[in-house]
């Protein structure tokens, strides 16, 4: 008995010993671990949670990538096997609610004196039509109508930079891509030229000196832009005179009554259109470039968006009604419409990489030009199903608009 207790101790301290020393062990690997964990930190600069955190980014990024091609593959298989007689969308309710009017402000015809020419615009395989439109933001159809061509855009400064280079282009008889960007080019430069003589021609006629430059082009860009249907510079014109008589009649100033009619509507015409509305930004801009302040006042306050400070400024506000109120002379539905187009083209625009974006066909087409070096093929992909999920959360628009990302590299070098 004693020598079992004997045998039994003397085991219970070889176990002991045993424990002891795979604690020791395991103290030593949890160092070793530790050591190694931090000599890899140390080697790589990041932490181990940094580490993981880029583990994860990694796997998502794979994920995304994977799910891409998936729904790719799925939105090909839908296109493949879709009867195509449910993809025929009624999408005409711009055109019936406005035809006539729309028709009138976003469409010019060229003419041709032989239909030969068509083959030529077109170019091989499209190139030539394609490059033109890419160029200008400009639809062109060419199709059966004898001796036209028809330009298609809700900005008619792209359209008659459209139509000048076509004009051109023909004449000269040299149709290709080099040509066509050439002529574009010294086409926008002679516009804005064109621009500058129509607005100091209107300063001319109306008798008003001493505008800055800047307020003289706008004025010319008023020739190409419309207010509900209505030509803007008319509108302008009118209410200038308007003003003038009405000041006079009242024993005011009647110069300066129709410089603040001419100007009332400037704010429509600036190159980057900011979310102000137009009385502010028009009596911002007219601050900007020098008139004085019952002018400004005038421009702000004849939609009622601040307070009237002068006897001038009820005096625009009432033939700005004058000159818009009369029969026939504005509709409102052509303004949404051309609204609605600026709006596809700002929401391309607010994308990183996007260096231009054009609504074409009415609305239904929306083409998107990135550039090569800041956007990949896989990120194309991407940034068309973004935007057409902001199009469909964010806007009203009839039927279904179509979102083409247009990715190109080009590599340009010169011989000496």
């Known amino acids: 008995m004693a020598n079992k207790d004997k045998q039994v101790d003397q085991l219970r301290q070889e176990l002991n010993q045993k424990l002891e020393g795979l604690a020791r062990r395991k103290e030593e690997t949890e160092k070793m671990h530790a050591k190694q964990v931090s000599l890899l930190e140390n080697i790589s600069g990041l932490s181990a949670e940094e580490a993981k955190k880029q583990m994860v980014e990694s796997l998502k990024d794979e994920a995304r990538t994977a799910a891409m091609a998936h729904i790719k593959d799925a939105q090909e298989e839908a296109k493949l096997t879709a009867n195509k007689e449910a993809k025929r969308i009624v999408i005409q309710t711009i055109q019936r609610v406005a035809t006539e009017h729309a028709i009138e402000n976003s469409v010019s015809v060229f003419h041709i004196d032989n239909d030969d020419v068509k083959g030529r615009v077109i170019g091989r395989e499209g190139r030539n039509i ?50 066509i960007e050439e002529i574009v080019a010294k ?7 064109e621009i500058m003589e129509v607005g100091k021609r209107t300063c001319i006629d109306l008798g008003i000196h001493g505008l800055h430059n800047e307020l003289i082009r706008m004025v010319g860009r008023m020739k190409y832009r419309s207010s509900y249907g209505q030509n803007l510079l008319q509108h ?87 000159s818009g109120a009369r029969p026939g002379a504005r509709r409102e539905a052509v303004e949404a419409y051309i609204q609605r187009l600026k709006d596809l083209e700002s929401l391309a625009m607010s994308y990183g990489g996007v260096t231009k ?7 239904r087409e929306l083409r998107v030009m990135v550039e090569s070096e800041k956007i990949t093929d896989q990120q194309s992909d991407e940034l068309s199903m973004s935007i057409a999920d902001r199009i469909m959360n964010e806007m009203t628009y009839p039927g279904q608009v179509k979102i083409t990302v247009i990715r190109e590299k080009r590599s340009v070098a010169v011989a000496k």
Do not use: W, Y
Request: hydrophobic share 45%; glycine share 6%.
């Open 187 to 193: 086409t926008k430069k002679h516009l804005e030229e």
């Open 357 to 363: 974006a054009f609504a074409i066909q009415a609305g």
């Open 130 to 179: 394609r490059t033109l439109e890419e160029l200008t933001g400009v639809e062109i159809i060419v199709d059966d109508t004898p001796g036209a061509i028809i330009l298609s855009c809700f900005d008619a400064v792209r359209r008659e930079v459209a139509r000048l280079a076509l004009h051109q282009l023909v004449k000269d008889g040299r149709i290709h891509p080099a040509r």
């Open 236 to 322: 302008s014109r009118e209410v200038a005179n308007l003003s003038a008589i009405m000041a006079a009649e009242l024993g005011l100033n009647p110069k300066v009554a129709k410089r603040a009619g001419l100007l009332h509507d400037i704010g429509k015409v600036p190159d980057e259109e900011p979310e102000l509305p137009h009385a502010l930004l028009g009596m911002k801009l007219a601050e900007k470039f020098g008139e004085k302040p019952d002018v400004c006042n005038a421009i702000g306050a004849h939609h009622d968006e601040i307070e009237m400070t002068t006897l001038l400024s009820p005096i625009v506000q009432a033939c700005d009604a004058i």
